[in-house]
């Protein structure tokens, strides 16, 4: 644990406070442990593979799309990165910098960009990601080959669900608690879930 508890003294003083709330714990800690989880694994992975390179996580995960679905309208590797168009930028920026990444116009639309590796991208994911996936079978180590498969099965299945059914999610919550527009365009927290503890 990379913080000042451990992750038993965490859920202990979380059951603690929050032992009379009406609340599906199993569900908090599920949630809690996946943040746990990834955030443990990025740092581990920076540490040990991408700081060699001098690569951020977010250029890792852009090279990654780019080096999976090659060439790619920059809004549609923004989406596959799970990153904003404005982040996406600054990103490029420094890849096209190192001559890893380069963006051309569209031939058909002038307003659109399109991103693709250059050889100097390719090569350095290919030296690259044997590297990152032996840390990636180093982080599941503790867990027997069925139980990777069964944990794989079910991060994905909770992706999926997220994917299908968060939209009307939204909306139904949105009808029953109507959020205020923030400056910045979005929908900031009813009140009830702002109030101070």
């Known amino acids: 644990m990379t913080g000042q508890h451990t992750i038993a003294q965490t859920e202990q003083a ?14 908090m800690m599920a949630v809690s442990n996946i943040y746990r989880a990834s955030t443990a694994i990025r740092h581990h992975l920076e540490d040990l593979v991408l700081r060699t390179v001098d690569l951020t996580w977010t250029g890792f995960v852009v090279l ?12 549609h590797a923004a989406a596959e ?3 904003t168009k ?8 420094t890849l096209g910098a190192r001559r890893l ?3 051309r116009g569209d031939p058909d639309d002038g307003r659109v960009v399109r991103l693709r590796l250059t050889p100097a991208g390719k090569r ?7 590297e990152f996936n032996r840390e990636e079978a180093f982080v599941v180590a503790a867990l027997r080959a069925p139980e990777r498969r069964r944990l794989a099965r079910s991060l994905r299945d909770i992706v ?10 939204r909306a139904a919550l949105r009808q029953n608690t109507p959020g205020v527009r923030r400056s910045g365009g979005r929908v900031r927290a009813p009140d009830r879930l702002r109030q101070e503890r």
């Open 14 to 27: 979380v059951a603690e406070l929050l032992g009379g709330l009406p609340l599906d714990f199993d569900a």
């Open 64 to 75: 990654w799309v780019l080096w999976v679905w090659g060439e790619l309208e920059a809004r």
């Open 81 to 83: 990165a799970g990153i």
């Open 86 to 93: 404005g982040t996406l930028t600054g990103v490029i920026k």
């Open 101 to 103: 990444v380069e963006r």
């Open 124 to 130: 350095l994911m290919r030296k690259l990601f044997p």
């Open 160 to 169: 999926q669900h997220v994917e299908e059914h968060a939209e009307e999610r």
